[in-house]
Nanobody, 115 residues
Framework: QVLLVESGGGLVQPGGSLRLSCAAS????????MGWYRQAPGHERELVAR??????TSYADSVKGRFTISRDNKNTVSLQMNSLKPEDTAVYYC??????????WGKGTLVTVSS
């Protein structure tokens, strides 16, 4: 069993920044990819940013140029979020991918963008 723990969420004003972290109980290099997802009330969970084992990154169109996913160390992946907008408000989840899909999920951290 793998434990993923997200941190760094909170309340921020529009235009502000937050940095989310995901700490894994196992080396993140053991997974095919790590991703950040979000789910807003009444919406499906969506992929925000993803980093493959080889380091390739991809982003949802809505966050390109504002969010950056990175590997901080062998057990931690982060999401730097800049120029936040009210529509970025959601619970953000960390996911660890196996060969086919996300095998492990964190419990999420709430990000609220509001003045």
């Amino acid at each position: 069993q793998v434990l993923l723990v997200e941190s760094g969420g909170g309340l921020v004003q529009p235009g502000g920044s937050l940095r989310l972290s995901c700490a894994a109980s196992r080396r993140i290099f053991s997974f095919n990819a790590m991703g950040w997802y979000r789910q807003a009330p009444g919406h499906e969970r969506e992929l925000v940013a993803r980093m493959s084992l080889g380091g390739s990154t991809s982003y949802a169109d809505s966050v390109k140029g504002r969010f950056t996913i990175s590997r901080d160390n062998k057990n931690t992946v982060s999401l730097q979020m800049n120029s936040l907008k009210p529509e970025d408000t959601a619970v953000y989840y960390c996911g660890a991918e196996g060969s086919v899909s996300v095998d492990y999920w964190g419990k999420g951290t709430l990000v609220t963008v509001s003045s």
